[in-house]
């Protein structure tokens, strides 16, 4: 009995590492084109707020997620004179989870008359974290926005440095066209890095 036991725990740990080594992580995104985008050596430098000037670590840290995200795009950094300029936000927090169906099936309050009472898990709901992000790509000179982006992601994972660059590449994903609406993009996350699925 004892080996039997320790041979399905085995395999419950291998596939939760399985699992774990690729993440999906959809996101919800909006983006928006305003006049042409010069993808043909293409120079951004970063924009800051002022409010993000306060704490200038955190927003080194989210540059240096987002870089990778935009050469992929076709943005080379620039030390000066770029071409555009990148402005970054993101917010994080965290939500809890009610399971509707599950929350039916038990009733509203105190159990049914059907089901009985509820499970004595059934206050405990699971913690998610929802991250957001929003881009906005500027010409130069004259200061217009020419590329807008806004992703959102709710999930278990709470990971920063895997979740927001999987969020911004999403939100990036149609640049510089844009899209005509709301649409959700999947971007897988494995061994090899990110890559953005049908």
């Not at 120079?43 to 670590?57: H, I, K, N, T, V």
């Not at 030390?79 to 927090?93: F, I, M, N």
């Amino acid at each position: 009995m004892r080996l039997v036991f320790r041979i399905c725990l085995l395999v419950c740990l291998a596939a939760m590492a399985g699992c774990a080594s690729t993440r999906l992580i959809d996101s919800e995104v909006r983006s928006f084109r305003n006049g042409t985008v010069e993808l043909a050596a293409a120079s951004y430098q970063f924009e800051r707020l002022p409010s993000q000037q306060a704490d200038p670590a955190a927003q080194v840290q989210l540059e240096n997620w987002a870089m990778p995200v935009l050469q992929r795009m076709g943005l080379t950094l620039a030390s000066q004179a770029p071409r555009y300029t990148v402005q970054l936000a993101v917010a994080t927090e965290q939500v809890l989870r009610s399971d509707a169906s599950f929350r039916r099936r038990w009733g509203f309050l105190g159990g049914s008359p059907l089901f009985g009472q509820p499970p004595l898990l059934m206050p405990l709901e699971p913690t998610l974290f929802r991250f957001q992000v929003q881009v906005l790509v500027r010409d130069a000179l004259s200061r217009e926005v020419v590329y807008e982006a806004s992703a959102q992601h709710a999930g278990p994972w709470s990971d920063q440095a895997q979740i927001l660059p999987a969020v911004l590449l999403a939100a990036m994903r149609d640049f510089p066209q844009g899209t005509a609406g709301p649409s959700s993009v999947k971007v897988e996350i494995g061994p090899g890095g990110m890559e953005v699925r049908p």
